[in-house]
Nanobody, 127 residues
C-alpha cells in the first residue's frame, strides 16, 4: 500500500527554521516525483516545491526560492523540506504527495499528484 507520512511541523518564530519530512512506504521514492503543497486557513492549496525521481531535480515557487530546500535520502526513502527564514505567511498545513514516475523533471501542478497524499503537518510562524 502506497503511503506518505509528513512530520516535523511546529511553532517557530519569524526568521526561524524547520525541517519537514515525508516518509514513503509501499513504493520507492527515487522513481517518482514528490510534491510539497500547503494550505493556509481560508486560502486555496498552493504548490511549494517538487523533486523528480532519480535525477533529483527540484523546482520551487517564487515565494520560497532561496529559503526552502528540497532533498531526498534514498536509504531512508524520505524527502526533506528544509525551510529557513520562515515568515508568518508560510503558516499553513503542509502536505507531500506523489502520483507519477519521472527521472529528471517534476510538476508543481497538484492535479498531477493523484497517487497518494500524506495527512499533513502544521507549520505556524508567529512571534
Amino acid at each position: 500500500q502506497v503511503q506518505l507520512a509528513e512530520s516535523g511541523g511546529g511553532l517557530v518564530q519569524p526568521g526561524g527554521s524547520l525541517r519537514l519530512s515525508c516518509a514513503a512506504s509501499g513504493f520507492t521514492l527515487d522513481s517518482y516525483a514528490i510534491g510539497w503543497f500547503r494550505q493556509a486557513p481560508g486560502k486555496e492549496r498552493e504548490a511549494v516545491s517538487c523533486i523528480s525521481g532519480s535525477a533529483g531535480s527540484t523546482r520551487y515557487v517564487d515565494s520560497v526560492k532561496g529559503r526552502f530546500t528540497l532533498s531526498r535520502v534514498n536509504a531512508k526513502n524520505t524527502v526533506y523540506l528544509q525551510m529557513n527564514s520562515l515568515k508568518p505567511e508560510d503558516t499553513a498545513v503542509y502536505y507531500c504527495a506523489t502520483g507519477y514516475r519521472t527521472s529528471d523533471w517534476c510538476s508543481l501542478d497538484a492535479a498531477r499528484y493523484g497517487g497518494s497524499w500524506g495527512q499533513g503537518t502544521q507549520v505556524t510562524v508567529s512571534s
